[in-house]
């Protein structure tokens, strides 16, 4: 059986292209015993794998040239040598970008189709809604009554923790980058409020007029001019959640903003980074808290779903123009 895989082709300098990918055809290997064979679904992209196709030291370690890319997948069991994964089970973790994958069940998670729609675990019950709310609890420390600003709102990440900002008694302001977001932030995830950056002259002061009380948590996923002008609107004491910077991926050089340590000092605010893998203990909280509240109708998400095994590199592109609402994912 031949099997289509995703390589690593070349390490990008600024914005990914199309060549930074390479399509191979590879034979589909045996599986021993204790191994079975999965067919991929759904595939995620995320942002966080820009970092990965350059050659740094991080968080995890990064791709290899000619070596497959790899993500959280969504496959379903079609052979198997372990009794532990019968034939039809579907799981969730980190595969490589084939069509089939060879696993003997290290790091995946078997899912229940029945509880959820599949691709829900690689979104709002996967990693990405563990980071909306492990983020915004941890850091965030969210009160009632409370001014919370979220940027990439209407993101995977950013549309799910302004929703929990809501169940929390926040007042939520998004940030997202056309008019049909902000309205869908509105409409559908019920923010009280949306501004749309790419046609707004003067951020500090829309977030001003949105925010009159001041912001006191400030969920950040995009970094720069964004994230600066929400900074000069800060309460005192207020917590300010680094959970990611897009803007400034594809950039080859720093670049130097307004230094708003000031600004932290003279409000006496805290700003912190994360990673999801730091609260890994709170996972299965975590996961049951979100579950809970979807099937109460609390939370409610939305995704946008690319179809075609050779379409994962362009959709992975596309989160850098912002062409998805909610979570971005590939059917293959
Ligand atoms: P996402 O928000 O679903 O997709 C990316 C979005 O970013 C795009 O839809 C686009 O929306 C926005 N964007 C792209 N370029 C931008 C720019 N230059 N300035 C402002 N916004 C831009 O992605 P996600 O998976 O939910 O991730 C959101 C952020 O959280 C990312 O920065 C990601 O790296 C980070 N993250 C961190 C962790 C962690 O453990 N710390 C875990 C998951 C994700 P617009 O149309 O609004 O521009």
Known sequence: ?????????????????????????????????????????????????RGRMIDAKSYVPPFQLNEPMSSGVIAEVIESKNPKFKIGTFVSGYLDWKEYNVSTGAGLTPVDPNAASITAYLGILGMTGLTAYLGLKNIGSPKQGETLVVSGAAGAVGSVVGQIGKIMGCKVIGIAGTDEKVALLKDKFG???????????????????????????????VGGDISDAVMFNLNRLARVVVCGSISGYN??????????QWKLISTSSLMKGFTIGDYANEFPHGMETLTTWLAEGKLAYTETIVKGFDQIPQAFLDLFDGKNEGKMIVKI
């Open 1 to 49: 059986m031949k099997n289509s895989a995703i390589l690593l082709n070349k390490r990008p300098v600024g914005r990914p292209t199309m060549e930074d990918f390479k399509f191979v055809e590879q034979e589909v290997p045996a599986i021993k015993d204790g191994e079975f064979l999965l067919k991929t679904l759904y595939v995620s992209v995320d942002p966080y794998l």
């Open 191 to 221: 923010f009280d409020e949306g501004i749309n950056y790419k046609t707004t002259d003067n951020m500090t002061k829309a977030i001003q007029a949105a925010a009159p009380n001041g912001v006191d948590i400030y969920f950040d996923n």
């Open 251 to 260: 950039d080859t050089e720093r670049s130097v903003g307004p230094r708003m």
